[in-house]
């Protein structure tokens, strides 16, 4: 567990805070952070480049000259490609950068570039800013008190004015609030520093360092659910269609027997007389 000093504005220890080990004492996936930071540069992108096909050109519609007899290669339009005043053949277009980045992977690389800077010591934590007015000159007599002479990162509240105005005007101290903090910034300044109230996952007692606890989600039963009343109308709708479908199914009618036709005897056909029968 990585564990630094609690210091004051004016740079003296005042007490230790052990920093929470998911944060800040993981190993740091390179790979990770540099896909992570280059997706996040790209959304940075406005994709507003543009250029003019042959077609978007203006003029070009006459033909330069006629099909045979100058020697030349015949040409349709002075707007082709190859024409000085032409269109553009396969140029940029406006177009998105952004890349899919899943929630779980910035967060990860977030762990992964914190866990880098506390590995090399350049994570600072003071008690409290507690300045009285917005003061410049205060600022750079605090940072060179804490001992930080690169680039630094400070992460403040929204509601901090005073340590926000201070510190605006340093070109080498970039700002930035608690719940935006990401790895593409950490990894831009040498120094992350905290105050106690912005500290990710920790909080100081005294003293004494002490880590929020992970609050568990209660387990519910079923006998301690309870399972929400159902209405009324809906409970007497329900039981008057089962008291429907529990009745005999005699009550139907029986489907009517088609009547079958009898069909009348053929009549026999008279016998023919014989062609030899006795005359009379």
């Known amino acids: 567990m990585t564990t630094v000093a609690l210091q004051t504005v004016a740079g003296k220890a005042n007490g230790s805070l052990t920093l929470d080990a998911e944060m800040f004492g993981v190993q740091p996936n390179v790979p990770l952070m540099h896909q992570v930071v ?24 006459k033909k330069p000259f006629k099909q045979k007899g100058t020697g030349n290669a015949r040409q349709g339009s002075t707007r ?43 994570v600072v934590v003071v008690e ?11 600022a750079k007599a605090a940072l060179s008190a804490l001992g930080i002479d690169g680039k630094a990162l400070i992460v403040v509240n929204i509601d901090d004015t005073n340590t926000i105005r201070s510190f605006l005007n340093l070109p080498e101290v970039q700002l930035i609030e608690s719940n935006e903090l990401n790895a593409y910034d950490v990894l831009c300044n040498d120094y992350v520093v905290f105050s106690q109230a912005t500290v990710p996952g920790t909080a100081v007692a005294g003293n004494e360092a002490v880590t929020h606890p992970r609050v568990a989600k209660p ?11 159902k209405p009324a109308k809906a409970v007497a709708k329900k039981a008057a269609a089962k008291k429907a479908a529990a009745k005999p199914a005699a009550a139907k009618k029986a489907p009517a027997k088609k009547a079958v036709a009898k069909k009348a005897p053929a009549k026999k056909a008279p016998a023919k007389k014989a062609a030899g029968g006795s005359k009379s």
């Open 128 to 138: 409290q800013w507690g300045f009285e007015a917005p003061k410049t000159k205060d």
């Open 38 to 61: 280059t997706a996040q540069l790209a959304a940075r992108r406005s994709g507003t480049q543009s250029t003019k096909t042959r077609a978007e050109v203006r003029g070009g519609g």
């Open 219 to 229: 387990a519910v039963t079923k006998s301690s659910a309870e399972k929400p009343a």
């Open 80 to 122: 082709a490609p190859h024409f000085s005043g032409g269109g553009v053949a396969l140029g940029p277009k406006p177009r998105k950068y952004d890349q899919k980045t899943p929630k779980k992977m910035i967060k990860a690389a977030l762990r992964s570039a914190l866990s880098d800077r506390a590995a090399e010591g350049k």
